[in-house]
T-cell receptor
Framework: GENVEQHPSTLSVQEGDSAVIKCTYS??????FPWYKQELGKRPQLIID?????GEKKDQRIAVTLNKTAKHFSLHITETQPEDSAVYFC????????FGAGTRLTVKP | KAGVTQTPRYLIKTRGQQVTLSCSPISGHRSVSWYQQTPGQGLQFLFEYFSETQRNKGNFPGRFSGRQFSNSRSEMNVSTLELGDSALYLC??????????????FGEGSRLTVL
């Protein structure tokens, strides 16, 4: 089955800085790549996603890039704010959805 | 529209017992996926059900099983509980109509503690 690796496991940035989280996947048939944000004690929620026919997608301060050849995709958060502090999960989907181990992002005011 | 509902929210069991968790998906969603969440391990895929059929399965032992009913509600069962089964069990629903889950909508989870 699909294997998703995510780095780094923890990331600490200063408010206003950018944050980048990277993921790799193993199954070249994967065609859907969502990112979920999980705040402490809450359920994961989708923040942005990208399909395999698109190289980049942006939504305000967050963007995702996909390199199908290298089988990796990244989440970029610009102008980080304290409320961005959470655990972020990447995922790759073929017939089912497999998640990375998560990145705990801390934004220091 | 009501969200994904999981019951019970918290439960404590002892080793060797069994447990059944329930998940009611968003109305109209036919796919239900189950995940185990433990610190450092992320979300581990258990299985996915679509229209009462198990469509995909992760790499968990046979002690973990599930089913889906005609109203799309799903249950998962863990038999012969082990200490390592302590985790947050998350259920997620989606339309599932494209043959793959698509956007997942998660419940709040059932936190299982095994003593």
């Amino acid at each position: 089955g699909e294997n998703v690796e995510q780095h780094p496991s923890t990331l600490s940035v200063q408010e206003g800085d950018s944050a980048v989280i990277k993921c790799t996947y193993s199954d070249s048939a994967s065609n859907y790549f969502p990112w979920y944000k999980q705040e402490l004690g809450k359920r994961p929620q989708l923040i942005i996603d990208i399909r395999s026919n698109v190289g980049e997608k942006k939504d305000q301060r967050i963007a995702v890039t996909l390199n199908k050849t290298a089988k990796h995709f990244s989440l970029h958060i610009t102008e980080t704010q304290p409320e961005d502090s959470a655990v972020y999960f990447c995922a790759a989907s073929t017939s089912d959805m497999r998640f990375g181990a998560g990145t705990r992002l801390t934004v220091k005011p | 529209k009501a969200g994904v509902t999981q019951t019970p929210r918290y439960l404590i069991k002892t080793r060797g017992q069994q447990v059944t968790l329930s998940c009611s998906p968003i109305s109209g969603h036919r796919s239900v996926s189950w995940y185990q969440q433990t610190p450092g391990q992320g979300l581990q895929f258990l299985f996915e059900y679509f229209s009462e059929t198990q469509r995909n399965k992760g790499n968990f032992p046979g002690r973990f099983s599930g089913r889906q009913f005609s109203n799309s509600r799903s249950e998962m069962n863990v038999s012969t509980l082990e200490l390592g089964d302590s985790a947050l069990y998350l259920c997620a629903s989606s339309s599932g109509l494209t043959g793959s889950p698509g956007e997942l909508f998660f419940g709040e989870g059932s936190r299982l503690t095994v003593l």
